[in-house]
């Protein structure tokens, strides 16, 4: 069991937990995911991790089929730009490996900004913690979870 279904479960958050195998030569993660699962790519989430100019780090959940866009993330937090984060970095503040990176359950809880889009769906798909793990859970008990904020993100 990951950190991120241990906050959902502690939480008493409705959820289910889906796992697949995982093809190590899989150029995409996120859209590995929704295709092993059968489930639309704008529906399943994946979590990047920006490094703003402050230095701090922050959270984007946009759908694997979407962009990131740095200057709507940096709008977001009240920051003038943000760029991708350092993989040791990202590793080090969520205690999660690159393309298992969870937004629930980060070792150190960063401030989190979800895509708008999310709210299309009753439910959506996030990585659980490991390559091959999603949990699907709402945007609303997602964006309670991590204190984050639902607003657009993507290009």
């Known amino acids: 069991m990951t950190p ?30 929704a295709e092993k699962m059968g489930v639309p790519e704008d529906r399943v989430f994946k979590t990047l991790v920006v490094s703003l100019d402050s230095k701090e780090l922050a959270v984007g959940v946009i759908p694997v089929s979407s962009m990131l866009s740095m200057k709507l993330i940096a709008k977001a937090v009240g920051a003038k730009k943000a760029v991708m984060a350092d993989k040791s970095d990202v590793e080090r503040s969520t205690g999660y490996v690159l393309g298992g990176v969870s937004p629930l359950g980060q070792k150190r809880r960063l401030r989190t900004i979800i895509d708008s889009s999310a709210k299309n769906y009753s439910t959506v798909y996030v990585s659980a913690g490991r390559r091959g793990l999603e949990i ?20």
């Open 136 to 155: 699907e859970l709402s945007p609303d008990d997602l964006s309670a979870l991590t204190r984050g904020i639902i607003t657009e993100i993507c290009q």
């Open 4 to 33: 991120g279904i241990i906050t959902a479960k502690k939480n008493k958050v409705p959820h289910k937990v889906h796992e697949y195998h995982h093809d190590e030569s899989a150029e995409s993660y996120g859209l590995e995911a």
